[in-house]
């Protein structure tokens, strides 16, 4: 059993914009580079710091203010983590062809220059590409097949390992200083960049400009991530296997067994920044974790994959920067835009896995080829499955999209609730159209949302989720759709929803909101689990039992629910029958 959870499709509207906006790259490197970045400082916390919240300590409220917050994440990444990412050069030049890249670099009065390698697949340009580090543990195969091209490039050209910290070593070094503070990982990134300078001035006659990937394996893994959230241009960031340093929440690892320490990770190579020599021994104290640059790409193409055969990779760490990352992905309204997968058979690192193929196909067809519209899933091996709920004391926001409250009652309640049910449960075979009119608050939008959503969502839901899984060769089973029975005392309501079921077990997930006028201050949720399903795990709550009769309390971040607001809790059970649970209850305070 796996938790595998397809994401929900944004709201209609301004989300529907930036999901469009989101299938190509940025026209830009930093959309942030003219925001106003304070010096604050935050007190050292075992929790992971909050990503909705500026350094002047006010939480953001719309989702254009994620682009000055991405920035503050940015430069606190940059001057605890990784060393910091110069602007772009005063001169990059260079040439594409079929079969090559030339990259020459002109800053601060020194020189530089690298080269990759193209290989295009079948048929007539210009093409996609993805940008392979390393040449480690791409389906390139796969990705060929899908009508992109491979771009190899060799990392070690702009910052070469087995050198000394004093004396780095590589194309970005012999511009920057080889005592220069920046790791390895930012100067690869820097490379990557400079790559998609070149082919954004070659007139898009063999590559397109708008249409580029990145991925990598291992320690071109950690790259692939730091590329990808420090350049948006970049359309598809796929890091593969990534371990300490990567995605893994760097609080987290002292305490996963057998992942790879951070003093490790740190001293193996100059991977990392100088600067984080001294959060080594207390990432408590880090102003920033890894799930916030996850969120960093946001809103592009994200997936994720990670091995749980391999203490030494921390996947456990690394669902739990997904889960974290992908919370900001859902407020900006483009949860779907975010994939994350590690529950594989296969426990050789690096080895190219059947179970990753159709995401892959679906990510590329998705936001390289603008040819499909397939949903996020987020599957998690169950033995490196990590809890988000212990990690945060802070909730993911509404973000509106013009600046007004999206919890209030009005006409977008009607709006939202129609329109996202009926292209949510067409798309991707969720339920948006419940959550949507829910959350926007009105009755109309509520019934809307719920029909339309229900309705096509099962259908749509089914068919995809057994054809994924034929296609993938795993049993992923069927996806998503199902709605349950609902709970009420009257100001408390609980929706339950199918989210995924696979031969053996299940996720589901339940809306709590608040139907009154004044806050909530606490909720219980009670229900009755079908004969044979036993809870594996819970999220986003406090469970009471198992099997059978449960209830479920608030956790401690999520208990104050104001007027018309709601929030979820969800868990994966194993199990023969995927039915829903009956005598659902909810109480308040």
């Keep these: ?78 001057k605890s983590i990784y060393g910091p990412k110069p602007a772009k050069p005063a001169s990059v030049t260079g040439t594409v062809s079929s079969s090559n890249i030339t990259v020459n670099v002109t800053d ?26 390393g040449g480690l543990g791409a389906d390139t195969a796969t990705i060929k097949a899908a009508g992109v091209a491979i771009i190899s490039y060799d990392p070690y050209t702009v910052g070469r390992e087995g050198t000394a910290r004093n004396n780095k070593q590589g194309a970005f070094y012999s511009i920057y200083g080889p005592t220069s503070s920046t790791g390895l990982l930012m100067a690869w990134s820097w490379g990557v960049s400079r790559i998609i300078d070149v082919i954004q001035q070659s007139g898009g006659n063999v590559l397109k400009a708008d249409a580029t990937g990145v991925t990598g394996c291992s320690r071109f893994g950690k790259g692939a991530i730091v590329a990808g959230a420090f350049d948006q241009r970049v359309a598809l960031t796929m890091p593969i296997e990534s371990g300490s340093g990567g995605v893994p929440i760097l609080r987290g690892i002292p305490g996963e067994n057998g992942a790879q320490p951070l003093s490790s990770a740190y001293t193996e190579q100059p991977w990392l920044g100088d600067a984080f020599n001294s959060y080594t021994g207390n990432p408590n104290a880090l102003p920033v974790d890894t799930h916030e640059v996850v969120a960093m790409v946001a809103p592009r193409g994200l997936f994720i994959m990670e091995n749980p055969a391999v203490d030494w990779l921390a996947a456990k760490s690394g669902s739990v920067a997904a889960l974290g990352g992908a919370e900001v992905y859902k407020a900006l309204g483009v949860a779907s835009n975010i994939t994350y997968w590690s529950d594989v058979q296969d426990g050789t690192h690096c080895a190219v896995r059947p179970e990753w ?63 996202a049910g009926t292209t949510s449960g067409t798309s991707s075979g969720t339920t948006s159209g419940t959550t949507a009119g829910t959350t926007a608050g009105t009755t109309s939008g509520t019934t809307a949302g719920t029909t339309a959503g229900t309705t096509s969502g099962t259908t749509a839901g089914t068919t995809a989720g057994t054809t994924s899984g034929t296609t993938a060769g795993t049993t992923a089973g069927t996806t998503g759709g199902s709605t349950g029975g609902t709970g009420t005392n009257g100001t408390c309501t609980a929706t339950y929803q199918t989210i995924s079921s696979w031969p053996g077990g299940l996720q589901g997930e339940v809306s709590v909101r608040n139907n009154g006028t004044s806050t909530l201050n606490s909720w219980t949720v009670g229900m009755t689990l079908a004969s044979g399903q036993t809870i594996s795990s819970l999220w986003n709550g406090v469970n009471s039992g198992t099997s059978g009769s449960i209830t479920v309390r608030n956790s401690p971040y999520n208990g104050t629910i104001t007027a018309n607001g709601t929030t979820t809790f969800g868990w994966t059970a194993t199990g023969s029958s995927a039915a829903a649970p009956s005598n659902i209850t909810c109480t308040s305070a």
């Design 1 to 78: 059993m796996s938790l595998a959870t397809p994401l929900l499709a944004p709201q209609a509207g301004a989300a529907d914009r930036s999901v469009a906006a989101a299938l190509a790259g940025s026209a830009v490197e930093n959309d942030g580079a003219d925001c106003a970045v304070s010096n604050g400082s935050s007190a050292s916390t075992s929790m992971l710091p909050d990503p909705f919240k500026k350094l002047n300590g006010t939480r953001i409220s719309t989702k254009s203010d994620w682009r000055c917050r991405r920035a503050e994440i940015k430069d606190l990444a940059e």
């Design 108 to 133: 601060q009065g020194k020189s530089s220059s690298f080269s990759a390698t193209v290989s295009l697949p079948s048929g007539s340009g210009p093409f996609p590409a993805i940008i392979v580090l």
């Design 357 to 419: 193929k159709t995401p892959l196909q679906q990510n590329i067809q998705k936001f390289l080829l603008g040819t499909g519209n397939g949903s996020g899933v987020i599957r998690i091996a169950p033995s490196k499955s990590g809890n988000l709920a212990s990690w945060r004391d802070w909730q993911t926001p509404t973000l509106s999209d013009d600046g007004g409250s999206t919890t209030g009652g009005s006409t977008a309640g009607t709006t939202a609730g129609t329109t």
